[in-house]
C-alpha cells in the first residue's frame, strides 16, 4: 500500500465550467417576509451566489489547504486521501481525526497547528500528537465507493489499516463528531486492542427506544426533545438514507443548489444566533463546499446515509465501547445529551461542558477542542507507551 504525495490543484476547466453554471443561476421566489422559515434564505442565497462568482479565490484557499502535508493510498482497492501532520514533541501521540457531512477533512485545518505543535500557541510540547485526517470514502479527494456497503464499519476497517499497515502506528487514538463519532466508536468497537482512547463531540449513533429499563427523567426528557427536533430538522437524513440518487441530480449538477443545501445545515446546526458569518467567513463556506463540487462527491457522500441504514449491522448499538471516552458538548450541538444517556454505552472518562460553539466544533472553536483533546489524552500517554513497549 504505497503512499503518494497528494496536492490540491482543480484543473482550470472545472473553474470555467463553474463560473458559467454561477452566471446562470435561476433562483426561486419565496414567501415575502418568511426569512430561513421555508429553508435557505433567497437574499442570502442571492449574496453568496454573488460572491462566489465575482470575489471568491479558489487558488487561495487552494493554496491554503496545500500548506499541510496531502497524501494518497489504495486500501483494499479505494483510493484514501489523508493529510498527515508530525508533531513536534519529545512523544507525540498519533490520531486520527474524522469529519462528518455536509462538512469535510477541511473541519480540522483551524485545529492541526494547535494539535502537532502546542507549544507555538502556548502549550506544552509534551502534548503534542501526529495528526492523520482522512477524508471518508465518497468525500471530496477519496475514491467514490461504486458498489453497495461501503457502510461506516467498513469505513473504520479502512482507517485501522491506514493507521497500522499502511502509516504504521500500532496503537493511536481517535476522534470525530457527526458521522465521524460513529465511525471513531466502530473502531474503537472492532480494534480494541489500537484504539488507547476517543474523543468525541456526540455520542453518534444512538438508540432513540424510550423502553430502555430505568430510564432518568433528564433521559426521557433527552429522548422526546430529539424526537421533536428530528421532524423539524431530519428531512435532509430522510432523503439522504432512501433516495440519494435522486438527490444527487440536482447537486452535482447546480453549483447553488449544492450550497443552498450546505449552508442552511451550517447555519441551523453552528452556535451562530442566525448569523451564519458569525461563526464561518464566506471563504470558509466556500473551501468547504467548492470540495464536495470540484470532486463531483456529492452524491457519494449521502450515500453513506443510505448504506447505514441499509447494510450497517445494528448489534453493535447493544455493545459497550470500553475504550476510555473523553466527551466535549458543545451547548449548541443539536440537543447536549445528559450524561447518563451516554454512559450507557460509552467508556467516558472526560466530560466537559463548552461555554459556546455547536456542531462544527473544530470550525468553531479550535481553541477549546485542541485544549480538550489534549488534556483527555495527557493521562493516557503513559499507557501507550506501555502497552506499545510490552507487545513490540
Not at 426533545?225 to 421532524?231: G, V
Not at 475504550?323 to 472518562?349: C, H, Q, S, Y
Not at 466530560?351 to 473544530?362: D, N, S, Y
Request: net charge negative; with cysteine.
Amino acid at each position: 500500500m504505497e503512499i503518494q504525495p497528494f496536492t490540491v490543484n482543480i484543473p482550470g476547466y472545472v473553474q470555467d465550467d463553474l463560473r458559467v453554471r454561477l452566471q446562470e443561476t435561476r433562483l426561486p421566489d419565496e414567501v415575502e417576509g418568511s426569512g430561513w422559515d421555508y429553508g435557505t434564505n433567497l437574499d442570502c442565497m442571492a449574496g453568496l451566489v454573488d460572491y462566489w462568482l465575482n470575489q471568491f479565490d479558489w487558488r487561495a484557499r487552494e493554496a491554503e489547504l496545500n500548506r499541510f502535508h496531502h497524501y494518497t493510498a489504495d486500501i483494499d482497492g479505494m483510493k484514501i486521501h489523508f493529510v498527515h501532520e508530525r508533531g513536534k514533541g519529545p512523544d507525540p501521540i498519533p490520531i486520527i481525526l474524522t469529519h462528518g457531512w455536509p462538512d469535510s477533512f477541511y473541519r480540522y485545518q483551524k485545529v492541526i497547528p494547535l494539535l502537532i505543535d502546542p507549544a507555538a500557541y502556548g502549550g506544552d510540547a509534551a502534548d503534542s500528537f501526529d495528526v492523520v485526517v482522512p477524508s471518508i470514502p465518497g468525500y471530496g479527494f477519496s475514491g467514490r465507493p461504486r458498489e453497495r456497503g461501503m457502510t461506516s464499519a467498513r469505513v473504520a476497517d479502512l482507517w485501522a489499516r491506514l493507521m497500522t499497515d499502511v502509516l504504521g502506528y500500532e496503537r493511536f487514538a481517535a476522534g470525530g463528531g457527526d458521522i465521524g463519532s460513529g465511525i471513531s466508536q466502530l473502531l474503537a468497537l472492532r480494534h480494541p486492542g489500537r484504539v488507547v482512547g476517543l474523543h468525541l463531540t456526540d455520542p453518534g449513533f444512538f438508540s432513540l427506544d424510550t423502553n430502555i429499563p430505568g430510564l432518568s427523567e433528564n433521559e426521557r426528557e433527552y429522548l422526546d426533545t430529539i424526537r421533536q427536533l428530528w421532524m423539524q430538522e431530519g428531512a435532509y437524513s430522510m432523503v439522504q438514507s432512501t433516495k440519494p440518487q435522486t438527490l444527487a441530480y440536482g447537486l452535482n449538477d447546480s453549483p447553488a443548489g449544492l450550497a443552498a443545501w450546505i449552508v442552511e445545515k451550517f447555519r441551523s446546526w453552528s452556535d451562530c444566533g442566525g448569523d451564519i458569518e458569525r461563526r464561518f467567513s464566506k471563504d470558509e463556506l466556500f473551501t468547504n463546499i467548492m470540495i464536495y463540487w470540484t470532486t463531483e462527491t456529492i452524491g457519494s457522500s449521502v450515500r453513506l446515509y443510505y448504506e447505514n441504514v441499509h447494510a450497517l449491522p445494528l448489534s453493535f448499538l447493544n455493545e459497550r465501547i470500553e475504550t476510555p471516552v473523553g466527551m466535549a458538548v458543545f451547548p449548541k450541538d443539536f440537543i447536549p445529551p445528559p450524561r447518563e444517556w451516554v454512559e450507557r454505552r460509552l467508556n467516558i472518562e472526560r466530560w466537559t461542558e463548552m461555554p459556546q460553539g455547536g456542531h462544527f466544533t473544530a470550525m468553531e472553536e479550535p481553541e477549546l477542542f485542541a485544549r480538550d483533546i489534549r488534556e483527555f489524552f495527557r493521562p493516557l500517554r503513559a499507557e501507550r507507551r506501555t502497552a506499545v513497549g510490552v507487545s513490540g
